[in-house]
C-alpha cells in the first residue's frame, strides 16, 4: 500500500521559512517515478486550496497565492519531494497536505488527489 508521510511544519514569524518533506513508501506494484506530486493545505473555515504539483519530469505549477514564494521539487532516489515555503505570512496558516497522483501531473486537474499524508502543520504569527 503506497503511504505519504509529511514533515517539516512548524512556528514561525512573518517572513520567516520552512521547508516540507513527504517521504513516500510501499512502491511494491508501482514506481515513486511515475507520480505526478504535490501539496495543498486546508484551514478552519476554508476550502481545500491546491498549492503545487510537479509532473514526473520534473515540470512544475503553482496556485497565484505562492508563486514566487513557495517551490516544490522531488528527490526520486530518496522517494522524497519537498515544499519550500520563503517570506510566509499569516495568511499561509494551515494544516499542509503531500499529495499524489499515479501518472502525469496532466491527467489530473489541478485540485484533485488520490492519495495524501496525514498534515504538518504550519503557524505563521505576524
Known amino acids: 500500500q503506497v503511504k505519504f508521510m509529511e514533515s517539516g511544519g512548524g512556528s514561525v514569524q512573518s517572513g520567516g521559512s520552512l521547508r516540507l518533506s513527504c517521504v513516500g513508501s510501499?512502491?511494491?506494484?508501482?514506481?515513486?517515478?511515475?507520480?505526478?506530486l504535490g501539496w495543498y493545505r486546508q484551514s478552519p473555515g476554508k476550502e481545500r486550496e491546491g498549492l503545487a504539483r510537479?509532473?514526473?519530469?520534473?515540470?512544475?505549477e503553482y496556485t497565484d497565492s505562492v508563486k514566487g514564494r513557495f517551490t516544490i521539487s522531488r528527490d526520486n532516489v530518496r522517494n522524497t519531494h519537498y515544499l519550500e515555503l520563503n517570506d510566509l505570512r499569516p495568511e499561509d496558516t494551515a494544516m499542509y497536505f503531500c499529495?499524489?497522483?499515479?501518472?502525469?501531473?496532466?491527467?489530473?486537474?489541478?485540485?484533485?488527489?488520490?492519495?495524501w499524508g496525514q498534515g504538518t502543520q504550519v503557524t505563521v504569527s505576524a
Open positions: 510501499g512502491f511494491t506494484y508501482t514506481n515513486y517515478d511515475d507520480y505526478c
Open positions: 499529495a499524489a497522483n499515479h501518472g502525469a501531473c496532466a491527467y489530473y486537474s489541478f485540485d484533485y488527489w488520490g492519495e
Open positions: 510537479i509532473e514526473t519530469d520534473g515540470t512544475t
